[in-house]
């Protein structure tokens, strides 16, 4: 993370995060809302995860991971997307669980503090940070539009492809293309944790992203992106807080797992009061 891409506002309460949202309000353009994302370690990096070397300092290889769910993806799931539909098959590997070139945002800072304040299980003692990203000054090089994109845009369709074959040299994408786009909405999360997604051409991390090209005459090197620490002493305060006004795990992942990890949790208790009489 640079220096100049940390506020020196930390979020702590709600009353922060409000401070925290209008100070984004005051960076940004107001030609497209702010998008968000959390992170439990304030250290990671905003790369896509089929680019984060893996332990041993391997990578992932894309293409096979992509081209194994394509084979297998229609005997356990039924509503897969035509053959053929980029678009609609890598979203639906994001969705799965799949790492791939898409990286989770939400357009709900409330959710986005929520994964900031969950603990790294790697290093439970770090602070986590909560994102915020202009879409509409990331979309401009490559749709030529300041919104959040569609994600069947003609001019986002070379990202997409690129996942699932070597893509063609006359219609790749520049390098360290990243794009904001919609999601689909072909799964519960994508409505409950109000989703979207940046793709990305490489592993370069976003934060190391400079766009220097003349956005506004007014404001040639806008600000497009801001970081906000949530220290880790204030993590289970804000979890409580934001499961008080309904986000929460629950709230945000309505799957039949955490049904059953919430019934572990109550159903034990319940009988422990039912023999008691209670």
């Given at each position: 993370?640079?220096?100049?891409?940390?506020?020196?506002?930390?979020?702590t309460?709600?009353?922060?995060?409000?401070?925290?949202?209008?100070?984004?309000?005051?960076?940004?353009?107001?030609?497209?809302?702010?998008i968000?994302?959390?992170?439990?370690?304030?250290?990671?990096?905003?790369?896509?995860?089929?680019?984060?070397?893996?332990?041993?300092?391997?990578?992932?290889?894309?293409?096979?991971?992509?081209?194994?769910?394509?084979?297998?993806?229609?005997?356990?799931?039924?509503?897969?997307?035509?053959?053929?539909?980029?678009?609609?098959?890598?979203m639906?590997?994001?969705?799965?669980?799949l790492?791939?070139?898409?990286?989770?945002?939400?357009?709900?800072?409330?959710?986005?503090?929520?994964?900031?304040?969950?603990?790294?299980?790697?290093?439970?003692?770090?602070?986590?940070?909560?994102?915020?990203?202009?879409?509409?000054?990331?979309?401009?090089?490559?749709?030529?539009?300041?919104?959040?994109?569609?994600?069947?845009?003609?001019?986002?369709?070379?990202?997409?492809?690129?996942?699932?074959?070597?893509?063609?040299?006359?219609d790749?994408?520049e390098?360290?293309?990243?794009?904001?786009?919609?999601?689909?909405?072909?799964?519960?999360?994508?409505?409950?944790?109000?989703?979207?997604?940046?793709?990305?051409?490489?592993?370069?991390?976003?934060?190391?992203?400079?766009?220097?090209?003349?956005?506004?005459?007014?404001?040639?090197?806008?600000?497009?992106?801001?970081?906000?620490?949530v220290?880790?002493?204030?993590?289970?305060?804000?979890?409580?807080?934001?499961?008080?006004?309904?986000?929460?795990?629950?709230?945000?992942?309505?799957d039949?797992?955490?049904?059953?990890?919430?019934?572990?949790?109550?159903?034990?208790?319940?009988?422990?009061?039912m023999?008691?009489?209670?």
């Amino acid at each position: 993370m640079r220096d100049e891409d940390l506020s020196t506002a930390r979020i702590t309460s709600l009353a922060t995060l409000e401070r925290a949202i209008a100070e984004i309000g005051s960076l940004f353009s107001h030609a497209t809302p702010a998008i968000w994302r959390g992170h439990g370690n304030v250290a990671w990096p905003l790369r896509a995860e089929v680019f984060r070397p893996l332990h041993d300092s391997h990578h992932y290889d894309e293409l096979a991971l992509t081209q194994a769910f394509l084979a297998q993806a229609e005997s356990r799931h039924r509503r897969c997307p035509p053959h053929g539909d980029v678009v609609g098959w890598l979203m639906l590997a994001r969705q799965g669980g799949l790492p791939t070139r898409l990286l989770d945002w939400t357009r709900n800072p409330l959710v986005a503090l929520y994964f900031a304040a969950l603990p790294d299980p790697a290093r439970p003692d770090a602070d986590g940070c909560v994102w915020a990203v202009d879409p509409g000054v990331l979309n401009l090089r490559l749709t030529g539009r300041r919104a959040l994109a569609a994600a069947d845009d003609p001019s986002l369709r070379p990202l997409f492809a690129a996942a699932f074959a070597t893509p063609d040299p006359d219609d790749e994408p520049e390098a360290d293309a990243v794009a904001a786009v919609r999601m689909r909405e072909v799964d519960h999360r994508v409505l409950t944790q109000q989703g979207c997604y940046t793709i990305h051409q490489d592993g370069k991390d976003l934060t190391e992203t400079d766009y220097r090209y003349v956005v506004d005459p007014l404001q040639p090197n806008p600000v497009w992106r801001r970081a906000f620490v949530v220290p880790r002493t204030h993590k289970r305060h804000l979890l409580d807080l934001l499961a008080a006004i309904g986000i929460q795990r629950s709230t945000l992942f309505l799957d039949l797992e955490t049904l059953s990890d919430d019934l572990k949790r109550s159903v034990p208790r319940l009988a422990s009061e039912m023999a008691t009489g209670f």
